[in-house]
Nanobody, 124 residues
Framework: QVQLVESGGGLVQAGGSLRLSCSAS????????MGWFRQAPGKAREFVAA????????SYADSVKGRFTISRDNAKSTVYLQMNTLKPEDTAVYYC?????????????????WGVGTQVTVSS
């Protein structure tokens, strides 16, 4: 089992920045590829970014490329999502997720563990 707890959400004006954190506990953090997803009201949960367990491949949704950066600190069992140049359409609940294996896949169904989410609201 892996427990994930997100933090760092909040209200920010368009063009601003936020950094989300996801702290993991339980099984060895370094064994898991980590991902960030988001879900806006009335919409399906969608992939945002993912990073391999071995600091290898990363993957980003087209909508956030060049604005968001995913990183991880295995010593702290924490994964981060730096979000810059935020837009109102980035407003959503952001979820941290973990999966076994080294490939940063984009499908919701491929992730085994989920946090409860943190709200990000971007005002125009």
């Amino acid at each position: 089992q892996v427990q994930l707890v997100e933090s760092g959400g909040g209200l920010v004006q368009a063009g601003g920045s936020l950094r989300l954190s996801c702290s993991a506990s339980g099984r060895t953090f370094t064994s898991y590829t980590m991902g960030w997803f988001r879900q806006a009201p009335g919409k399906a949960r969608e992939f945002v970014a993912a990073i391999s367990w071995n600091f290898g491949p990363t993957s980003y949704a087209d909508s956030v490329k060049g604005r968001f950066t995913i990183s991880r600190d295995n010593a702290k069992s924490t994964v981060y999502l730096q979000m810059n140049t935020l837009k109102p359409e980035d407003t959503a609940v952001y979820y941290c997720a973990a999966k076994s294996g080294s490939m940063p896949t984009i499908g919701v169904e491929s992730y085994d563990y989920w946090g409860v989410g943190t709200q990000v609201t971007v005002s125009s």
